[in-house]
């Protein structure tokens, strides 16, 4: 299904660079989150604004946001693929980027569950991302490695349960491409209005 871009102008559709430690939501929906920071205050957004997907708590990057409940299903739904770097704890290896690229059984919901096949590689330089709010263990404790795993599913944290369950934990994860929509050079809680999402 493909939603036509004059249809979509009218609406509001944006590119955020979600900041570590913030929900990606706008309602708190808990006495336990009392305490969270959520979207709304990172920017000034139209009334029925709504995150496309999530990103956890500790993780950043890349999140798009809409005010079309449609768009936000089309591109939920769609299977678009969703890329991301991950900074691992070790030098990750070849043997473990070819289980995670076939996929590896992860915990979801209580039960196991089997990653589909991805696109996973070793970065040969370190990404050029802002610092982030809350500092990573630096290289005294050991060495650490980047790859990048694109998905086209997007379960509960599971680019971290992939990444432990091949025994290389995650220690930043920031998401830098929703389908054709980049992050690029964004700073660390900017926001962009798109026209529309290609």
């Not at 500092?135 to 680019?159: A, C, M, N, Y």
């Not at 220690?171 to 929703?178: G, K």
Request: proline share 4%.
């Amino acid at each position: 299904m493909e939603i036509s871009p004059e249809k979509q102008m009218l609406h509001k559709h944006f590119a955020l660079y979600k900041p570590y430690g913030y929900l990606s939501q706008f309602v708190n929906n808990g006495q336990k989150q009392n305490s969270k920071k959520l979207l709304g205050e990172l920017h000034d957004f139209p009334e029925g604004t709504m995150a496309i997907g999530r990103l956890d708590e500790k993780s950043e990057g890349l999140l798009l946001l809409t005010t079309d409940g449609k768009t936000s299903n089309h591109i939920c739904s769609s299977g678009i693929e969703k890329e991301y770097y991950a900074q691992v704890d070790g030098d990750i290896t070849t043997e473990a980027i070819e289980k995670l690229a076939k996929g590896v059984e992860i915990g979801f919901d209580g039960k196991k569950y089997g990653t589909a096949p991805c696109m996973v590689f070793k970065l040969e330089n370190v990404p050029k991302f802002p610092e982030r709010s809350k500092k990573i263990r630096d290289d005294r404790h050991g060495p650490t490695s980047w790859v990048s795993i694109t998905l086209q599913e997007g379960k509960f944290r599971q680019v971290r349960k992939m990444t432990s369950a091949v025994g290389f934990p995650t220690l930043r994860l920031v998401r830098i491409r929703v389908g054709n929509t980049y992050l690029k050079d964004m700073e660390i809680g900017e926001v962009k209005e798109l026209d529309f999402f290609k």
